[in-house]
């Protein structure tokens, strides 16, 4: 049985530039388009500005350095946000923790690319967003749930939304889609796989929490005697653990990541939650539930291991952590040899990348990192993963462009996310300028201008 629905919409909102989604490449977009002079709107759907960064409590913010740690590669608005919350006490730029830090979990060397990194406080990065935000002069708003888009032939020139009360209608000249899972792509028929068949297959879901009352010197004191457990910590007593009881959590080591400004206090990336797709209310529904057993659960078992045996369970991340959904139909889809030694130079590179293909198993307990070939040192990102095949008026940046599973699983980190956010904010705005398409847009305009903000290129 099907219905239909009818209602008439009598609010209409008219922007050069509307950004969807507020998280980590929504942000940087919004500020980026603001900044070139178009009238920008940011509209996100949850209650919390900055996404996984905020709501989802992940941190650090991994490496924004090439592999030898000797170049800083991610600049711009993510150098600016980092230095001001760093200024609150609330960030370590990445510049200072080097190698094996308790910020990465004590990773050492290349090969996972953990190398500095940068912890954030996840509340006060909340306020300097907003801040950054105000002073660019983008509207920006929260609780609005993009419901579908309005679409003239093949372009997409605006989206109907649900703002808690009733429709509105956004008009724009050009739309970016930051939603992270394409939604607004997928809404305007231009995702190339919709995740609808292959749930099994998707990279786990993770709930991050955060504990305080650490015992960081002890902490420490395990981490330096026990090098082979680098980035792994405790790996031995869970190791134990699944072999002598029913651990019911698939994953084999503790990621634990010091914060910024306070003693004792650490997040924690360790739940996994596999076989589900966040796309589908039950499967997230379980995921939540899956989440919050594991991690009472192991604030139990935490306390039997050095430096934790104190710890207090201080927040539990408001939304669920994603890895992989959507991803775009676009003009080039980035592959896993673009970014191996040599790396593929591009003539539209806009951004720079390094983390290694951290692709988590959809089965198993190992991280999947081991397993992997290597990135090179440092690679380039291409515009066209943000422009779509066949659909105008639309841009896409986060963890939803065009990329093979393999390519994205190194791509979908935040200094990634922001770098693409910049991209796309300032092509958008110079679409509007210039009066045409994503897709022709002036490759070496985009590029000089993006140089001039301090962003990083090649």
Same mark, same amino acid.
């Given at each position: 049985?099907?219905?239909?629905?009818?209602?008439? +919409?009598?609010?209409?909102?008219?922007?050069?530039?509307?950004?969807?989604?507020?998280?980590?490449?929504?942000?940087?977009?919004?500020?980026?388009?603001?900044?070139?002079?178009?009238?920008?709107?940011?509209?996100?759907?949850?209650?919390?500005?900055?996404?996984?960064?905020?709501?989802?409590?992940?941190?650090?913010?991994?490496?924004?350095?090439?592999?030898?740690?000797?170049?800083?590669?991610?600049?711009?608005?993510?150098?600016?946000?980092?230095?001001?919350?760093?200024?609150?006490?609330?960030?370590?730029?990445?510049?200072?923790?080097?190698?094996?830090?308790?910020?990465?979990?004590?990773?050492?060397?290349?090969?996972?690319?953990?190398?500095?990194?940068?912890?954030?406080?996840?509340?006060?990065?909340?306020?300097?967003?907003?801040?950054?935000?105000?002073?660019?002069?983008?509207?920006?708003?929260?609780?609005?749930?993009?419901?579908?888009?309005?679409?003239?032939?093949?372009? *997409?020139?605006?989206?109907?939304?649900?703002?808690?009360?009733?429709?509105?209608?956004?008009?724009?000249?050009?739309?970016?889609?930051?939603?992270?899972?394409?939604?607004?792509?997928?809404?305007?028929?231009? *995702?190339?796989?919709?995740?609808?068949?292959?749930?099994?297959?998707?990279?786990?879901?993770?709930?991050?929490?955060?504990?305080?009352?650490?015992?960081?010197?002890?902490?420490?004191?395990?981490?330096?005697?026990?090098?082979?457990?680098?980035?792994?910590?405790?790996?031995?007593?869970?190791?134990?653990?699944?072999?002598?009881?029913?651990?019911?959590?698939?994953?084999?080591? *503790?990621? +634990?990541?010091?914060?910024?400004?306070?003693?004792?206090?650490?997040?924690?990336?360790?739940?996994?939650?596999?076989?589900?797709?966040?796309?589908?209310?039950?499967?997230?529904?379980?995921?939540?539930?899956?989440?919050?057993?594991?991690?009472?659960?192991?604030?139990?078992?935490?306390?039997?291991?050095?430096?934790?045996?104190?710890?207090?369970?201080?927040?539990?991340?408001?939304?669920?952590?994603?890895?992989?959904?959507?991803?775009?139909?676009?003009?080039?889809?980035?592959?896993?040899?673009?970014?191996?030694?040599?790396?593929?130079?591009?003539?539209?590179? +806009?951004?720079?990348?390094?983390?290694?293909?951290?692709?988590?198993?959809?089965?198993?307990?190992?991280?999947? @990192?081991?397993?992997?070939?290597?990135?090179?040192?440092?690679?380039?990102?291409?515009?066209? @993963?943000?422009?779509?095949?066949?659909?105008?008026?639309?841009?896409?940046?986060?963890?939803?462009?065009?990329?093979?599973?393999?390519?994205?699983?190194?791509?979908?980190?935040?200094?990634?996310?922001?770098?693409?956010?910049?991209?796309?904010?300032?092509?958008?705005?110079?679409?509007?300028?210039?009066?045409?398409?994503?897709?022709?847009?002036?490759?070496?305009?985009?590029?000089?201008?993006?140089?001039?903000?301090?962003?990083? +290129?090649?």
């Amino acid at each position: 049985m099907s219905y239909v629905y009818t209602v008439n +919409i009598d609010k209409q909102y008219d922007y050069d530039v509307i950004v969807c989604g507020g998280g980590c490449a929504g942000f940087v977009a919004a500020i980026a388009s603001a900044r070139q002079g178009a009238k920008t709107v940011l509209l996100e759907k949850s209650q919390i500005i900055g996404g996984t960064l905020t709501a989802g409590l992940v941190g650090p913010f991994m490496t924004s350095f090439d592999g030898a740690g000797s170049r800083q590669i991610v600049k711009g608005i993510f150098d600016e946000f980092i230095t001001r919350l760093e200024a609150e006490n609330g960030a370590v730029h990445p510049s200072k923790t080097g190698d094996g830090s308790p910020y990465a979990c004590y990773y050492k060397g290349n090969l996972k690319r953990h190398n500095n990194v940068a912890p954030v406080d996840s509340s006060k990065a909340q306020l300097v967003m907003i801040d950054m935000l105000k002073e660019a002069g983008v509207d920006f708003l929260i609780n609005m749930d993009i419901i579908d888009v309005i679409m003239e032939e093949n372009k *997409i020139t605006g989206v109907i939304v649900h703002d808690g009360s009733k429709l509105r209608i956004y008009r724009s000249k050009v739309t970016i889609d930051c939603t992270g899972d394409g939604l607004v792509s997928y809404k305007a028929g231009a *995702i190339c796989n919709d995740s609808k068949d292959g749930s099994s297959n998707l990279q786990p879901m993770t709930t991050f929490f955060e504990i305080y009352n650490v015992d960081d010197a002890k902490v420490e004191d395990y981490a330096m005697s026990h090098p082979e457990e680098s980035g792994m910590l405790y790996k031995s007593y869970i190791e134990k653990a699944m072999k002598e009881t029913d651990y019911p959590i698939p994953r084999d080591k *503790i990621g +634990i990541y010091k914060k910024p400004g306070i003693d004792g206090e650490w997040k924690m990336n360790c739940t996994r939650m596999q076989g589900m797709n966040s796309l589908l209310p039950e499967d997230l529904t379980k995921a939540y539930e899956v989440g919050l057993r594991q991690i009472f659960f192991l604030m139990d078992f935490i306390r039997t291991l050095p430096g934790l045996e104190n710890a207090r369970l201080k927040e539990i991340a408001s939304a669920i952590g994603i890895r992989e959904t959507r991803r775009l139909d676009g003009v080039y889809t980035l592959q896993m040899e673009d970014l191996m030694d040599p790396p593929r130079k591009f003539d539209d590179s +806009i951004a720079m990348g390094s983390f290694c293909f951290d692709l988590h198993p959809s089965k198993g307990t190992r991280a999947g @990192i081991e397993e992997r070939p290597h990135p090179a040192n440092c690679f380039q990102i291409p515009y066209r @993963i943000m422009v779509p095949v066949k659909v105008d008026g639309l841009l896409v940046a986060g963890r939803c462009v065009s990329a093979s599973r393999d390519a994205l699983s190194s791509i979908r980190v935040m200094p990634q996310a922001f770098a693409l956010g910049e991209a796309g904010g300032v092509a958008a705005a110079l679409c509007v300028k210039d009066n045409v398409e994503p897709r022709d847009v002036d490759i070496d305009k985009l590029r000089k201008t993006l140089v001039e903000q301090g962003a990083i +290129i090649e």
